[in-house]
C-alpha cells in the first residue's frame, strides 16, 4: 500500500529504532490517511499510541493494523469520540492514561475540509470547520494538559498552507487553520518555561490523503506535480518522518515554529482548487443572483 509504513522505515532509517520507548502519544483523526502514517511512525520508534476517532470501525480497524508493526500491541482505539466536544475528550485521555499510564506526545490532527465558495458556504458549515479544526485542536490539548504538564510533553498540531495567501473555496477551513497557528505559537511561549514544546506541522499536497483526493482531478493530476517545485507530491512519510522530528530530542530547542512540508509548493502561489478559479466561482455567485 503506498500510504503506510512497515519494518523498512526503521532499516536504514535516521531515527534509533527505540527512539520513542517508553512513550506515549495521543492522536486525533489517527485513523485517517495523515496522522495514521504519522502514528505508524511513532509505533515503529518504540512509542505507545492511543488513536481517537469519530467512527468505531474505522478507528478499531486502525488501531488493529498499526498494532502488527509492534511486537508489543501497543495501540489503543478510543471509538465515538467527537473532538468538538470537551467531555469527551477529558474521557478518551483517562482511557489512554488508563491503558498506558502517561501521554508525551499530543498530535491534533482531526479535521474537516469540503469544496465550498462563500457564496455557498452556511454559517453553520463555517462553524463545522472551525469547530473541528480549532475547537477540536484546542479541546485536544487541554484534555491532555496535566500529561504535558507532568512529562514535560511536546505538541504538533496538523494545519496547512492555505491561509498564507487567499485559496479559493478554502475560507473556512484557512480561517481554522490559521487560528491553530496563533494557538501553537501562544502555547509554544506560554508553555515552554514548563518545558512543553508545541509545533505545527503544514502538509502541502500529500499523495492518497482525503484532501487531495477531493481537490485534484485525474486530468489536473500532472499538472499539479509540476507546480511543486520538488516535482512530486507529497507522501504520507513525508510527514511521517517531519513527526518524528519535531517529538525527537533532535528538536529540543524547536519550539513555536510551524514546519511547511511541501516541496516548496505554497511559494508558487497556486492551489489545486485553482483549477476551479474563477469560472465556477463566477458562475455559482450568478446563481445567488
Ligand atoms: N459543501 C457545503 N456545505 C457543506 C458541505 C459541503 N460539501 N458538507 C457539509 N456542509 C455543511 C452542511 O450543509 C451543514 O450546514 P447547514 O446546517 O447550513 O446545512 C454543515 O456543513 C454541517 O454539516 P454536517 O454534515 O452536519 O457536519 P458533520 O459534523 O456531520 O460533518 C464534516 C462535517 C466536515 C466532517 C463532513 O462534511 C465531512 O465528512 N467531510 C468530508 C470528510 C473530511 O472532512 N475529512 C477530513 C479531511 S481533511
Not at 477540536?136 to 496547512?160: H, M, P, Q, W, Y
Amino acid at each position: 500500500m503506498v500510504n503506510t509504513l512497515d519494518a523498512t522505515f526503521t532499516r536504514g532509517s535516521a531515527w534509533k529504532p527505540d527512539l520513542f520507548k517508553g512513550k506515549v502519544v495521543f492522536v486525533t483523526g489517527g485513523a485517517g490517511t495523515i496522522c495514521r502514517v504519522q502514528t505508524e511512525a511513532l509505533v515503529l520508534l518504540g512509542c505507545k499510541a492511543a488513536i481517537v476517532g469519530r467512527s468505531k470501525d474505522r478507528t478499531i480497524k486502525a488501531a488493529e493494523e498499526i498494532s502488527q508493526l509492534s511486537s508489543e500491541g501497543c495501540v489503543l482505539p478510543i471509538c465515538n469520540i467527537d473532538v468538538r466536544n470537551f467531555k469527551q475528550m477529558e474521557d478518551a485521555v483517562k482511557q489512554a492514561v488508563h491503558a498506558f499510564g502517561r501521554i508525551d506526545y499530543v498530535i491534533a490532527g482531526a479535521a474537516g475540509n469540503f469544496i465550498c465558495d462563500f457564496a455557498h458556504l452556511s454559517a453553520n458549515a463555517f462553524k463545522t470547520v472551525v469547530d473541528i479544526d480549532l475547537l477540536g485542536s484546542f479541546n485536544t490539548v487541554k484534555a491532555c494538559f496535566d500529561e504535558l504538564l507532568k512529562n514535560r510533553g511536546s505538541i504538533i498540531f496538523v494545519s496547512a498552507t492555505l491561509h498564507y495567501y487567499g485559496v479559493p473555496y478554502q475560507s473556512h477551513v484557512g480561517a481554522a487553520k490559521a487560528g491553530i497557528d496563533a494557538l501553537s505559537n501562544a502555547l509554544a511561549v506560554e508553555l515552554g518555561p514548563m518545558g512543553v514544546r508545541s509545533n505545527c506541522i503544514a502538509p502541502g499536497p500529500i499523495e492518497g490523503s482525503e484532501g487531495v483526493k477531493r481537490l485534484i482531478t485525474k486530468q489536473y493530476a500532472e499538472n499539479s506535480r509540476k507546480m511543486v517545485p520538488l516535482q512530486r507530491l507529497g507522501t504520507t512519510r513525508d510527514i511521517a518522518e517531519a513527526t518524528v522530528f519535531l517529538l525527537s530530542p533532535a528538536s529540543s530547542y524547536v519550539n513555536g515554529a510551524i514546519l511547511v512540508v511541501d516541496g516548496g509548493s505554497w511559494h508558487v502561489g497556486t492551489h489545486f482548487s485553482h483549477n476551479m478559479y474563477p469560472d465556477k466561482l463566477v458562475k455559482g455567485m450568478k446563481s445567488k443572483l
